[in-house]
């Protein structure tokens, strides 16, 4: 995205930034039709704004927010609380900070596609929650409702929205939090003794109303809702935009179906659509959103001169020849630098300068060799520019703002002739490195450390580097600053742009993220050391706890090419009794020390993304015995589990659909489904007999958590059992033991109320509330204030063999190494191999 500047509004940068907030890393440069053009022509004579507020991405109504946006040209903007780091993951294995990362950027896509502005809090997600008590048990309630105030006055929103009520309708502890904090940051975002700091920045503002957006699902019934609809204002967001050639309901499609992690792909809709809102706070609107809010041109004190101008330019408008309005705009624009300093002056200005641009076809692109650089390196830059349109453009000077360098040209631009040069920038030593600015320190469970007041809010960093355009365009001059990008030509997908990084001269990766020493044994540690420039020498170590032992003590490394490579493999030996540590990674280049990694996001429908996560892994000694040695996993959603297994000793076969023969089958000790398998793969429905069959010859089989909507097919397991949304969401909830004979509790590891010590975000999630008598419930545990949820570990014999289905969040807890949590997995492998505890019915006790 760019920021158009002219040299009166230089000073006027930075609060723009501020102000808006809007996606700032790199996309292919925007290229908008003739159409576009006109309607961002239109929303100049628009001065409104709406806020959207939830907990996490795809929360929204991207529905409500392209009508916002596209047809009443609204500022509209989505403020989530979090960036949804506790959810899971459809498409890969990511999950927790690089699953945030992830549904950031799709949210910004998401709003690239709906024409809305991104905001975030510094809550973290941390999983499910029940109410909001729970919720701001582990998010500093203050702090994030001084985030929502400072977002509310930059942002200047006349109309609130919330999409969840403050109470358990809510359905989520952090869905009702977000509510009560938009009611709260309502208030306190128009008092001046509220959050006083953030008066050096901004003014305090107060927007004209808050209103809930509801609908037949927070009444329970569709009759219950129709005893209040007529007290509901009604928004018809069906509308065809002929400008764009879809209805708001196909745009909100294609902004919804952004959230791929999420599994929200969705199809367009056409025809009339309502949204109901319901009032919350200020003015009550009888039948109007924003009834009594004047969104033209008089709310500014002189700007009905500017308002009869952009008429002119939007009367006169020619589709076929857009640059023809050009110096209408540039006379709206003069009028406009004659008005006083105000909020809707800086944003108009900015708005106006875009389309300017984008009316000329000006074409502005700067892009780097390669996608990174160290500090102190030199950074080859191409320049691109080309003016496609008659209206007269010249090129005074290119100023690359990252390096403070500045390149004088004095060139007019003739039409459709493109200018085109490099130049050789060097990176300034004390350039901060690419890291997301929201995971520069380390946080809480529930809170992100930013303590830079203005970084607060962005939904990314600012671009790494860029270079700025000084112009004139019919004589009068305007500044436009563009990122620095990375672009290459993929055989395939064509151009390819990904955001250009700065990273440290080297990274250390360690393999694993956690190394249990399971049997005695001693283990090696590879870790990568990687250059991030030329000529690259020092030396590697691992840095490990008392009574840990490492061999070598370190080793020298010599990598010459930028991006070259060298492994090193340490033995770790383990201390005798069971316990818990880390281990760290270090390379001393030029006596200074570098422990971060390196680590790539990499999907098709988001830009790449780039962070450096410390060079550390778990370390644990684990007092384990296991049965059976081979494993086969089918692959659900996406998760780890498979890379754990193998951390405690086991043969780990991926199944392919083509594996999925019984005589291929047969010969594992354990099936494991991974999670969500039968949401996520359709030809389980197919192979559903096989894997019972397996189990009746006597295998054994372990299907993980699925949610329980869009099931392949209805009975996953040999006899009845139906899911439920029954969860335990507090990771130290007791846990009771129902069968404490049972073999899977006993053989071959006695597992104790230890075992559940340590467990991460969750007990366990969706667990069965229904199942037949030939199941057995082993485990029980609740939430506070709710009843026994007893469905997270069910048993049952078939034939010979073992069927067990599990809520338990081992997904969550193997790759963070919790201990027990291997331990009671290992007995669910080695369930039916050989000697047996006695069974039998017991009395609920804790072992």
């Known amino acids: 995205m760019r920021n158009i500047i002219t040299g009166l509004g230089r000073i006027f940068v930075a609060l723009s930034l501020l102000t808006y907030l809007q996606p700032l890393q790199a996309q292919a440069p925007v290229k908008p039709s003739a159409a576009k053009i006109l309607q961002d022509i239109k929303k100049l004579n628009v001065l409104g704004s709406v806020l959207y507020v939830a907990a996490h991405p795809d929360d929204e109504n991207t529905r409500l927010i392209a009508h916002m946006a596209n047809e009443k040209l609204y500022n509209t903007g989505y403020l989530s609380a979090t960036r949804g780091d506790g959810g899971q993951n459809l498409i890969g294995p990511e999950i927790s900070e690089n699953l945030g990362i992830i549904r950031t950027q799709e949210l910004l896509q998401a709003r690239r596609t709906d024409g ?109 809702f129709e005893k209040y609809v007529d007290q509901l204002l009604k928004v018809d967001v069906g509308g065809y935009n002929s400008l764009l050639g879809k209805s708001y309901g196909e745009v909100a499609a294609e902004s919804r179906s952004m959230h791929k992690s999420q599994g929200f792909g969705a199809s367009g809709s056409r025809g009339t659509s309502l949204e109901y809102l319901q009032h919350t706070k200020g003015e009550k609107a009888s039948k109007e959103l924003f009834e009594g809010i004047n969104t033209t041109w008089a709310r500014v004190k002189g700007g009905e001169k500017v308002e009869k101008i952009i008429q002119k330019a939007i009367e006169s408008y020619k589709p076929a020849e857009p640059a023809a309005v050009v110096p209408i705009l540039i006379e709206a624009k003069k009028e406009l630098a004659k008005l006083p300093d105000s909020y809707w002056k800086r944003v108009k200005l900015e708005e106006l300068q875009d389309v300017m641009q984008h009316a000329l076809g000006l ?23 080309i003016n496609r349109s008659s209206v007269p453009v010249s090129l005074k000077s290119v100023a690359y703002t990252f390096a403070s360098k500045d390149t004088t040209l004095n060139k007019q631009l003739q039409n459709n002739d493109p200018v085109k040069f490099g130049k050789v920038v060097m990176l300034p030593a004390a350039t901060e490195a690419s890291q997301p600015y929201w995971l520069r320190k380390p ?37 436009v600053t ?46 990568r050391v990687k250059s991030g420039k030329t000529d690259v020498n020092g030396t590697l170590k691992l840095d490990v706890p008392k009574g840990w032992k490492v061999e070598p003590a370190s080793v020298p490394f010599n990598l010459k090419a930028k991006g070259a490579e060298q492994n090193v493999v340490f033995t770790v030996h383990a201390p005798q009794s069971q316990q818990e540590a880390a281990l760290k990674a270090v390379a001393t280049v030029d006596g200074k020390n570098y422990t971060h990694g390196l680590n790539e996001i990499n999907y098709s429908h988001i830009p790449a993304q780039v962070t450096f996560p410390e060079a550390s892994a778990k370390i644990v000694k684990l007092d384990l015995k296991k049965k059976g040695q081979k494993v086969a996993y089918l692959m659900g959603a996406g998760d780890d589990v498979p890379i754990s297994l193998q951390q405690i000793g086991y043969d780990v076969t991926l199944l392919k659909d083509e594996n999925m023969r019984l005589d291929y089958l047969q010969q594992f000790d354990a099936i494991i489904l991974g999670v969500r398998a039968y949401n996520t793969v359709d030809r389980l429905k197919h192979h559903q007999p096989t894997l019972m069959e397996y189990v009746k010859n006597g295998g054994n089989l372990i299907v993980q958590y699925n949610t329980n909507h869009s099931l392949v097919l209805q009975n996953v397991g040999p006899y009845p059992l139906k899911l439920s949304r029954d969860r335990v969401t507090v990771e130290d909830a007791e846990v009771r033991f129902l069968e404490p004979n049972h073999p899977v509790l006993n053989t071959p590891n006695k597992i104790t109320k230890k075992d559940f010590e340590g467990w991460v975000q969750e007990r366990g999630l969706y667990f069965p509330n229904e199942w037949s008598e030939e199941y057995t419930a082993i485990l029980s545990s609740n939430d506070p204030g709710e009843p026994a949820r007893n469905g997270g570990l069910l048993v049952a014999k078939y034939g010979k063999g073992h069927y067990i289905y599990t809520g338990y969040s081992w997904f969550r807890e193997l790759p963070a190494g919790v201990p027990g949590a291997y331990r009671l997995f290992a007995n669910m492998i080695s369930l039916g191999k050989g000697e047996q505890a006695a069974g039998g019915k017991a009395q609920n006790s804790v072992n």
């Open 116 to 224: 809305g502005r991104q905001f975030f809090t510094r809550a973290n997600d941390f999983g499910y929650s029940k109410d909001a008590k729970e919720t701001f048990n582990i998010w500093d309630k203050e702090l994030v409702l001084a985030d929502m105030v400072w977002v509310i006055r930059k942002f200047r929103p006349d109309v609130m929205i919330t999409r969840f009520p403050p109470d358990e309708r809510a359905g989520h502890g952090q869905h009702a939090a977000s509510a009560v904090l938009a009611e709260e940051a309502f208030e306190a975002a128009g008092n001046p003794k509220r959050f006083p700091e953030q008066l050096k920045y901004v003014e305090v503002w107060q927007p004209k109303r808050l209103l809930w957006n509801t609908g037949v699902w927070s009444f329970g019934s569709q009759a219950e």
């Open 443 to 479: 946080g809480s469970l529930g809170m992100f450390a930013v303590a830079e007041q203005q970084l607060v809010g962005m939904p990314e960093n600012a671009p790494a580097a860029q270079v700025a355009f000084n112009l004139t365009v019919a004589g009068d001059p305007i500044q």
């Open 363 to 385: 074409y502005l692109e700067a892009t780097a060799a390669d996608y990174s650089a160290a500090p102190g390196e030199p950074v080859q830059v191409q320049v691109e520019v």
């Open 482 to 527: 563009v990122p620095v990008v990375y672009k290459r030509t993929d055989p395939v997908e064509g151009e390819v742009y990904r955001p250009f990084v700065v990273t440290p001269p080297v990274f250390v990766n360690v393999a694993e993220k956690v190394y249990m020493f399971a049997n005695g044994a001693p283990k090696q540690v590879q870790v």
